[in-house]
């Protein structure tokens, strides 16, 4: 195969980016936007030795798995992968994904995988999920102000207020936003040359309290005529907290470092089960509230916790975690690497009258070694213990040196919670060669529409 060259495939698997596999003569190519059981017709793109990357021209034959996109912009726009795909089949796609990784790169069995496995856990309505929105500001060629997401892997702005994985009033306030700047003049920033003011608007929307954030990301200090912003965006029903952070720096990173209050409060409050937390717009929080929820839960089923319980959770952001687990256990530890969120952690263990919770800033790889050799220091050689370590890593997955101090406190059970079902293999190949079991997986869809899956898996020690 060559570049340019034209072909007829069928799509026979699917890649780890969402992408259709099929093989002509075989020769594998990768077809972005075809879907598995599709005959489609693509022209090569890209020729490597043994694979190519081709673009879909016609579908020839649909397979029944493709259906029609919510959202007209599905195709172009980087945030949704596989809207073309039945929700049925992203599901089977996903639970694919985390067993053959878990297979490949953690080298379990098959049938203990087959034992271990329960079924992806979905949502009922895989649309309209998302909590957070983070659009950016552009000017389309006849120098009006837009706003949509990035077309994917560039940054071109694919103008849309509409996007189908938010909520319907990210369209209202995008509307009142552009409005403004047009009235008032008011630019949108331009990577390109650094001028400019408006970048960005981060909109958060409280499932359970109905309440509305609002963070104006500017390229400078101040907005001019921001008074007449505010008094617009405040008539909508929940305004809670409207703000602004100054980034002016020539990055790909969103937000500020900081953020002053417009209007309101600084922060939006919502729920996950019965615990409440206060979200400020630099905390990370869970975008997805229904599958947060049902994550959590398995997180604290697999704990199996009966109450005197001490208990790590790794990498817990907010405290979510943590907090979840508090209710259920004697002593809870949380650690986290932003110092924003630790603040964040601790006014939320006082907002639901949790007394024990106790929250360290630091590198998880970092604080729990030196946590478990003071103790020793402390305790005339005698280890530190715990009876539940729960880790939620970033897509990097955990330190081997955590891994190692994981394994001397001996905890009964391990929960990992990974958002990177590949790095979860890995690790978890390190735990079971190190004296624990692997007992229950579950993969949780918090992200329809798009490639990502999270896992949640529960390790036992095994009794020597
Ligand atoms: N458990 C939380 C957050 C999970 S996201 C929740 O469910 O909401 C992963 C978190 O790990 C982020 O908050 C990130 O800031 C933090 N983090 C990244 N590297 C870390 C490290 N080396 N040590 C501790 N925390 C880290």
Redesign the pocket.
Known sequence: MQKNDMATVTIEDIGVNGEGIGKVDGYTLFIKDAVIGDRVEVKVMKAKKNYGYARLMKILEPSAARVEPRCPFARKCGGCQIQEMSYGQQLAFKEKKVRGNLERIGGFAPDILDRVMDPVLGMDEPFGYRNKAQFPFGTDKEGRPVTGFYAGRTHDIIANTDCALGVPVNQEILEIILAFMKEYGIPAYDEKTGQGLLRHVLIRYGFTTKEIMVCLVVNGSRIPRAEELICRLRGIDGMTSISLSPNTRQTNVIMGDSYQVLWGQGYITDYIGNVRYQISPLS???VNPVQ?EK??SLALEYAGLRGGETVW??????????LFLAQKAGQVYG????PQ?IEDAKKNAGLNGITNAEFFV??????LPEYYERYSQEHGGESARADVIVV???R?GC?ET?LETIVKMQPEKVVY?S?DSATLARDLKVLCGAGYELEKARPVDMFPMTVHVETCVLLQRRTM
């Open positions: 990370f929080y869970q947060t994550l959590y959770d790794l990498y817990c952001g907010i405290g979510t975690i943590s650690v986290e690497i932003v969120a630091g590198k998880a790889e970092e604080i939620d890593p970033p990097k330190d955590l919670v958002c």
